[in-house]
């Protein structure tokens, strides 16, 4: 990766702002966070970084070409790291449009103006300029129980709102490889827990609602697996594929750590129990099992031979680590979540799980 400065989309939601913090810890990369501030994204997940010493922010979205191209342009952006999103499964089923709007219409704006930038680059700015789509492994769809982990070659198959567009915008970045040899990369990363995220997705929700002594809603039977990996792991991923990754390659990154939903969530009870144990009958007794989500899909599992193998990339935490450093770092930051936790918050769970 050259030295220089890259644009970074999304950069205030969960994973794209533990990426700013590495890169920016790391120190020889200038960047420019281009965020819409969704409900998902939160300037303070970046406090502390210096507006100016490295680091910039700048307020839109990544369906706005003309202003893509001008940053591409007024900062000489080496690569991109495309993180901006609509994540969340459960908001995509009760109401898809805006995940096309800017998984897919956003990715495609974003994708073209940095395509006529590079075509306008020459000499090493052309060859070192890098695209990296950071997407999911849920475009592979379902798992049965003893079927092998997805691997890059997997078909896909997806089963949700949210996935279809994150599938769709793969496709659309990996064609622009094909027809006009632009060089993108991208990964495909399972589900991520740890700092900064925010606390509608299972693990920082059932941290929250069990502090607040609130019911732990388990969807269906709560068998679902799901292969878990530290943010700061899947950073670190990313870094290296920026780094050194193949030009029109994607790569699979998973903790090889499937877990049940259900288990997941008694391993929180447990850990909370340890730290601040619960005076009437234990956190497990808040557990409430309750409708299952349509088109729940059962099993993810990641194969990520490939980027151990090409690049030497391996997570430094276990599930049961990772975890308790993210329960204690919800115990640390009530500040933070007694923000996040809006009035738009509270419509959303009241609209999705009733009172
Ligand atoms: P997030 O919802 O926490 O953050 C998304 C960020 O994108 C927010 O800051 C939001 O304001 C911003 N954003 C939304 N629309 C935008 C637009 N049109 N223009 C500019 N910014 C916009 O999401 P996350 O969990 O950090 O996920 C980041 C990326 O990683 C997503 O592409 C997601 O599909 C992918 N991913 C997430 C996980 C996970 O477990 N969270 C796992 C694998 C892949
Ligand atoms: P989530 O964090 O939404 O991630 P994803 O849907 O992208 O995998 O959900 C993780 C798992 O937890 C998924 O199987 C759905 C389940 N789940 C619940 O059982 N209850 C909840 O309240 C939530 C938000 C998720």
């Known amino acids: 990766m050259s030295s220089g400065k890259i644009l970074v989309?999304?950069?205030?939601?969960?994973?794209?702002?533990?990426?700013?913090?590495?890169?920016?810890d790391q120190g020889d990369v200038g960047i420019i966070n281009l965020d819409k501030l969704t409900y998902a994204g939160n300037p303070n997940n970046l406090a502390?970084?210096?507006?100016?010493?490295?680091?910039?922010?700048?307020?839109?979205?990544?369906?706005?070409?003309?202003?893509?191209?001008?940053?591409?342009?007024?900062?000489?952006?080496?690569?991109?790291?495309?993180?901006?999103?609509?994540?969340?499964?459960?908001?995509?089923?009760?109401s898809p449009e805006p995940f096309f709007e800017t998984n897919v219409?956003?990715?495609?704006?974003?994708?073209?103006?940095?395509?006529?930038?590079?075509?306008?680059?020459?000499?090493?700015?052309?060859?070192n300029f890098r695209f990296l789509h950071i997407s999911t492994d849920e475009v592979y769809g379902t798992l049965e129980p003893n079927a092998p982990a997805?691997?890059?070659?997997?078909?896909?198959?997806?089963?949700?709102?949210?996935?279809?567009?994150?599938?769709?915008?793969?496709h659309i970045v990996r064609a622009y490889h094909e027809t006009y040899g632009f060089p993108v990369l991208s990964v495909n990363c399972s589900n991520?827990?740890?700092p900064y995220q925010f606390p509608e997705k299972l693990i920082p929700l059932m941290i929250h609602n069990a502090l607040a002594g609130q019911k732990l809603p388990i969807y269906g039977d709560g068998q679902q697996i799901r292969d878990w990996l530290f943010v700061e792991d899947h950073c670190d991923a990313i870094r290296l594929v920026l780094?050194?990754?193949?030009?029109?390659?994607?790569?699979?990154?998973?903790?090889?750590?499937?877990?049940?939903?259900?288990?997941?969530?008694?391993?929180?009870?447990?850990?909370?129990?340890?730290?601040?144990?619960?005076s009437d009958g234990g956190y497990k007794s808040l557990i409430?099992?309750?409708?299952?989500?349509?088109?729940?899909?059962?099993?993810?599992?990641?194969?990520?031979?490939?980027i151990v193998a090409?690049?030497?990339?391996?997570?430094?935490?276990?599930?049961?680590?990772?975890?308790?450093?993210?329960?204690?770092?919800?115990?640390?930051?009530?500040?933070?979540?007694?923000?996040?936790?809006?009035?738009?918050?509270?419509n959303w769970v009241r609209e999705h799980y009733g009172d």
């Open 9 to 24: 989309t999304g950069g205030c939601g969960f994973i794209g702002s533990n990426f700013i913090r590495l890169m920016n």
């Open 48 to 94: 502390g970084l210096v507006v100016g010493a490295g680091y910039d922010f700048v307020h839109g979205s990544i369906c706005d070409s003309d202003l893509i191209l001008s940053l591409l342009q007024q900062n000489e952006i080496v690569s991109v790291v495309n993180f901006a999103a609509e994540s969340h499964v459960d908001r995509s089923i009760r």
């Open 105 to 127: 219409t956003g990715t495609l704006r974003l994708l073209e103006a940095c395509r006529m930038y590079w075509d306008q680059l020459a000499g090493d700015q052309k060859r």
């Open 150 to 170: 997805f691997s890059e070659e997997t078909p896909y198959q997806p089963n949700s709102p949210y996935a279809a567009s994150k599938a769709a915008s793969d």
């Open 192 to 194: 991520n827990y740890g």
């Open 243 to 278: 780094q050194s990754g193949r030009i029109g390659q994607s790569y699979n990154v998973g903790g090889r750590n499937e877990v049940a939903n259900i288990d997941v969530v008694h391993a929180i009870c447990d850990i909370l129990e340890n730290r601040r144990p619960h």
């Open 288 to 306: 409430s099992f309750v409708a299952d989500r349509p088109g729940h899909d059962r099993r993810y599992a990641i194969n990520c031979d490939k």
């Open 310 to 346: 090409e690049l030497g990339w391996s997570p430094r935490e276990s599930f049961e680590t990772g975890l308790a450093k993210t329960v204690d770092w919800y115990l640390a930051n009530t500040t933070w979540v007694k923000d996040v936790v809006s009035g738009d918050y509270q």
